[in-house]
């Protein structure tokens, strides 16, 4: 949902299809696209009615169907930086670690680690809004290559994104969006054994 | 056609036909309605909080992209409600029918449904996390990985419903029925089932039942 402070828009992208997500500051009109797995003309026509500046691409990790789609946003915008986290995307500029501000016009935007479905994912949150790539779904959390891997994922998330407001909007690479509360107390992988 | 301004919330609708209105990047909190008609209304970027419906007919609603939290609705129809990218989580819905929606990549999570029919629905990768389920009836519906992750269903019957990738993990069933369901792909890891039956619909069909509890395989 776009506010009065956001213009806010998702797009199904690229050829495995994920969610990508196009949010920009209303007074500015600087924007950010989130995980440019692919491009189509919609996305064109948005940002031209839209009259919105391309500034930024964000990755929450490197995998190809969040990523296929750079080259085209990268000939037609030429955005200022692209941000990733550490060994994510190659043709990233500025590498994160978790923990740093970004401003995107009048938008800030807090940096989470949230390694385990990739090493150096990162969470991007601009409240009222979370975008968890792959880290978190709805009612699930993207697969690991272990299980050591799959608790680290488990432990971020509830240390990071948990720990957000109950109400934030959680935006995820797959499936339908959802919010912290309704993870937090319904997603059966953050739940206790079930006992009886 | 009517378009609704940037604030239009706490709206108070009695006994009358609200028809044919688009809303845009609107504050339509609040809305209070009893014994009314809403008839072609077109919501988009929109926030929907907080309504309260009695005795209301909907009849061609869609939202997209709108967040509309905590809503209370008794006694209502919803007709041919598409629902699309949008937050309708944590709403109350008491003697209610919704025939024929379409719902795409959009959330009803924690949401509560108390003799409730959907009947006649086609929906893809939209989420029912947590949501509670009394003396309910799902009919000919159409669903693909659909989430119920976590949810509670009592005396609520599955009725032709094609149930593809649905997901329910964690899912509680006490006095259910399922009839004439196919569940091809379905995750029932970690269900619950009390006094739950299966007519005509092969839970071997689900592609996980690991740790279910309750059903004699």
Not at chain 2, 79 to 93: K, R, T
Not at chain 2, 132 to 155: M, N, Q
């Amino acid at each position: 949902m776009s506010d009065g402070n956001t213009i806010f828009r998702r797009f199904t992208v690229g050829p495995y299809p994920i969610n990508g997500y196009l949010i920009a500051d209303a007074a500015t009109r600087t924007g950010v696209f989130i995980d440019p797995g692919g491009f189509h003309d919609q996305i064109a026509e948005y940002i031209a009615q839209k009259k919105i500046d391309l500034r930024f691409i964000f990755f929450t990790h490197g995998h190809e169907d969040h990523t296929g789609g750079l080259r085209e946003f990268l000939t037609r915008y030429k955005p200022n930086h692209c941000y990733a986290g550490r060994s994510e995307v190659v043709e990233a500029d500025c590498i994160l670690n978790g923990g740093e501000q970004l401003e995107v016009g009048k938008m800030h935007f807090t940096t989470f680690s949230t390694p385990g479905h990739s090493p150096g994912a990162i969470t991007y949150y601009c409240p009222p809004r979370v975008f968890t790539g792959d880290a978190l779904f709805c009612g699930s959390l993207g697969g690991t290559s272990d299980p050591k891997l799959a608790q680290l994922q488990i432990a971020q998330v509830r240390k990071s994104i948990f720990a957000l407001p109950e109400g934030t909007l959680v935006y995820p690479g797959h499936g339908p969006m959802t919010t912290v509360a309704a993870e937090k107390y319904a997603n059966p992988f953050f739940q206790s054994a079930r006992s009886g | 056609m009517q378009y609704i301004d940037e604030d239009a919330s706490s709206l108070i609708l009695a006994s009358k036909t609200l028809r044919r209105v688009r809303a845009t990047r609107s504050n339509l909190s609040g809305w209070r309605l009893v014994d009314s008609s809403v008839v072609d209304l077109n919501l988009l970027d929109s926030q929907i909080s907080h309504w309260r419906a009695y005795d209301v007919r909907w009849e061609a609603v869609s939202v997209d992209h709108c967040v509309g939290e905590h809503g209370f609705y008794f006694n209502c129809s919803f007709e041919a409600l598409a629902a699309y990218n949008s937050i309708l989580n944590a709403g109350h819905f008491v003697n209610c029918r919704f025939d024929q929606t379409r719902s795409e990549l959009n959330s009803f999570g924690m949401c509560a449904f108390e003799n409730t029919q959907w009947c006649g629905s086609t929906l893809s990768e939209v989420s029912f996390i947590g949501t509670v389920w009394h003396k309910c009836t799902f009919s000919d519906e159409d669903y693909y990985f659909i989430r119920f992750p976590g949810a509670l269903f009592v005396d609520t019957t599955f009725r032709n419903c094609s149930l593809r990738k649905v997901i329910f993990r964690q899912a509680t069933f006490i006095r259910c029925r399922f009839e004439n369901c196919r569940l091809a792909e379905s995750v029932f890891q970690n269900a619950q089932f009390i006094d739950t039956d299966f007519q005509q619909s092969d839970i071997r069909e689900a592609a996980n039942i690991e740790g279910i509890q309750g059903l004699d395989l």
